[in-house]
């Protein structure tokens, strides 16, 4: 098992920043990736970005490219988001989420956090 806890989430306003966190404790040497979700009010949700844990790849969806980073700390069993130029319509919780096996980066994520809440003022 993989235990994931998210934190960094917060108030800010349109075009602040956010640094979001996500440990990992438990089997770790499982994971092949770790993603970043989010969930806005009344609507599905929706992959953000991806990052395999090994080969640092990252991956995003069309709506944060250029804005958002992944990153990961090996080390210290964390992966980031660093959101910059934060909109209100980032306003969600955003959840992190493990895979274990050679998933696309949409889907098939064994493990998740509690998620943070993030909300954007205008």
């Known amino acids: 098992q993989v235990q994931l806890v998210e934190s960094g989430g917060g108030l800010v306003q349109a075009g602040d920043s956010l640094r979001l966190s996500c440990a990992a404790s438990g089997r770790t040497g499982s994971i092949y990736a770790m993603g970043w979700f989010r969930q806005a009010p009344g609507k599905e949700r929706e992959f953000v970005a991806r990052?395999?844990?090994?080969?640092?790849?990252?991956y995003y969806t069309d709506s944060v490219k250029g804005r958002f980073t992944i990153s990961r700390d090996n080390a210290k069993n964390t992966v980031y988001l660093q959101m910059n130029s934060l909109k209100p319509e980032d306003t969600a919780v955003y959840y992190c989420?493990?895979?274990?096996?050679?998933?696309?980066?949409?889907?098939?994520?064994?493990?998740w956090g509690q998620g943070t809440q993030v909300t954007v003022s205008s």
């Open positions: 990052i395999t844990w090994r080969e640092n790849i990252p």
């Open positions: 989420a493990g895979q274990t096996g050679t998933y696309s980066a949409y889907g098939n994520y064994d493990y």
